[in-house]
């Protein structure tokens, strides 16, 4: 259940001004579930089979997280909002981890304040990019923890040398800090969200900076996505050790690039869904191109209970040899309003030098087929 505490109207210690009404909510979900995989590594890189593995995993729809939000009504259409928002691990209770190598924060999702108005919302802080947005309402699997566009996209930046350090990756990105995004009114279903981040980088104006727009269409059952995501001095971090990492000075220079088309059309209780993408280094596309290629169906069987599938296939534009093809199939039942039980199976077949994992947080290693299975509950509160 939701907690909230109306602040009734203040009266300043010095006279007599009326402040408006505001709410704060507290919120969380737990998600977990037991994990079966026939082939681990023990990170993002690895090339060693560690043999199949039976686990108590968080997320298996999406992480476990809880938070605070609020808003203050300052009239004329306008409020203020914030949002304190943090995932952590339900099977050992460790905290999310965050853009600086290792580290984990309590609030590593989203930390926001911002101003919604007739004219749209601006948020600043760390935030949840929209481009994930964009390609979960695209895919037919909502863009899950397991088997998934997700899942599909960070195979695509393990590809590209990301090691799980941090959440700072080389193609596009999940959150972003120091981010401000601008989100529009929807008008006759189409809505753009433009984000830019500054990098903060003493003496580069572009240094590890952050551009993105994402354009979309909602409406009659049909919605269709653009993504374009640009930026500089991302996924610095390189583990040479086991405890040394490595970061590489800022340069300024654009190597992280994401362009993605996506589709879904829901009719009465189907759903098909297809998406295109290329994620390169535009500084040396010769270290980092790839093509990423999705569809989903899905059926709601009644209100309470669907079953959705995908595919998602990667290819190293560069290498032919580096592909990868996952399928994923997930069945969901309404327990209540607040309970979901879940049950999933995945296979991925790697072949080259790619890695694509079948949920997030379970590596898998280069170049091996990989079978997984997942049941699990989630609750919300």
Known sequence: ??????????????????????????????????????????????????????????????????????????????????????????????????????????????????????????????????????????????????????????????????????????????????????????????????????????????????ESAVLQYSNYGLNLAAVYYNGHDTNPFTQTGPTTIVTAPSTGLANNRFWYLGAQYTFHDFSVSTSYSIGKNPANSGQANFEMISGGLGYRFSPAFKVTSGFYYLKDRNHSSNQSDEFALGAEYSLSKATLAYAQVGYVNNRGSMSQTITYGAPVPEGRSTTAAMIGIRHGF
């Open 1 to 210: 259940m939701k907690l909230k505490w109306l602040a009734p109207a203040v009266l300043a210690a010095t006279g007599s001004a009326t402040y408006a009404q505001s709410s704060v909510t507290l919120y969380g979900v737990i998600d977990s579930g037991l994990l079966y995989q026939s082939a681990n590594a023990a990170n993002f890189q690895s090339k060693v089979n560690l043999g199949h593995v039976y686990a108590l995993k968080d997320g298996g729809i999406y992480s476990s997280v809880w938070g605070l939000k609020g808003s203050e009504d300052i009239g004329g259409g306008y409020k203020v909002n914030f949002r304190l928002q943090g995932a952590f691990n339900s099977s050992n209770g460790k905290s999310g981890l965050s853009d600086t190598p290792g580290a984990t924060a309590m609030f590593n999702q989203q930390t926001t304040v911002g101003v919604s108005s007739p004219f749209g919302t601006i948020d600043v802080g760390r935030q949840i990019v929209p481009m994930i947005y964009a390609m979960a309402d695209t895919d037919v699997r909502n863009a899950q923890y397991f088997g998934s566009i997700l899942t599909a996209w960070l195979g695509m930046n393990q590809a590209a040398g990301w090691q799980g350090l941090s959440t700072n990756g080389p193609i596009g990105a999940l959150y972003d800090d120091n981010a401000i995004v601008y989100r529009s009114p929807k008008f006759y279903g189409a809505s753009l969200a433009l984000e830019y981040s500054p990098g903060g980088v003493p003496g580069q104006f572009q240094g590890g900076t952050r």
